[in-house]
Each structure stands twice: as structure tokens, then as C-alpha cells.
Nanobody
Framework: QAQLVESGGGFVQAGGSLRLSCAGS????????IGWFRQAPWKEREFVVA????????YYADSVKGRFTISRDRAKNTVYLQMDSLEPEDTAVYYC??????????????????WGQGTQVTVSS
């Protein structure tokens, strides 16, 4: 049974920080990569950041580069998303996802096989 569980969302003022966690179990442990996506009301789900296990390479969307940092604790099967200098435009439901097969790029949500339930991040101005 594959499962991803996000936590750490909440309400923060602009300029503040939050750290999201994504705990994996089951088949997600053999993933090629873990990604974070977000979806704001009335918008499509968009790529935020991904971490490829092989090589430890991180990929960031331009909108979060320099503000967000992805890291992982392999022993705990957990990936973290440190979000600093948050802006109201970052308000969204954040989802982590596991990429099992090496199909599509890490930026493409179609390439992810398992998704968490999402965690709400709200940034006030």
C-alpha cells in the first residue's frame, strides 16, 4: 500500500516561513523522485519543486527559487519543503507526489503516480 501524508500547512503573514513534511510508505519508498505541487482556487495544479533521489538533484519552479528549499531524510522516508519569504501568491493547497516510473519530466504532474491528500497554506498580506 503506497501512501503519502503531508503536514505542516497553516496560516502565516507575508514574509513568514513554514515547513511542510511529506512522509512516504509502501511503494513510494522506491520512487524515482518526490515532487511538490500546489493548487490555488480556480487555478490548475502547478509544479513547485522536485527532488530526484538518484544524484540528489533538486528542481525548482522559477517562482519559488531562492525562497523554497527541498530536503529529505531517507531514513525517515520523509521529504521536507522549507518555505521562506512567503508571499500571498503562495497561498494554495500543497501536495506531495511520488514518481515511480521515469516517464515525463519531473516538472510534469502526469509523471507522478501517488499523491498525498494536500495541506493548506495561507499567506496573508
Amino acid at each position: 500500500q503506497a501512501q503519502l501524508v503531508e503536514s505542516g500547512g497553516g496560516f502565516v503573514q507575508a514574509g513568514g516561513s513554514l515547513r511542510l513534511s511529506c512522509a512516504g510508505s509502501g511503494r513510494t519508498m522506491s520512487s524515482v523522485a518526490i515532487g511538490w505541487f500546489r493548487q490555488a482556487p480556480w487555478k490548475e495544479r502547478e509544479f513547485v519543486v522536485a527532488f530526484r533521489w538518484n544524484g540528489g538533484i533538486a528542481y525548482y519552479a522559477d517562482s519559488v527559487k531562492g525562497r523554497f528549499t527541498i530536503s529529505r531524510d531517507r531514513a525517515k522516508n520523509t521529504v521536507y519543503l522549507q518555505m521562506d519569504s512567503l508571499e500571498p501568491e503562495d497561498t494554495a493547497v500543497y501536495y506531495c507526489a511520488a514518481k515511480i516510473l521515469n516517464l515525463y519530466s519531473v516538472y510534469d504532474r502526469r509523471g507522478y503516480d501517488y499523491w498525498g491528500q494536500g495541506t493548506q497554506v495561507t499567506v496573508s498580506s
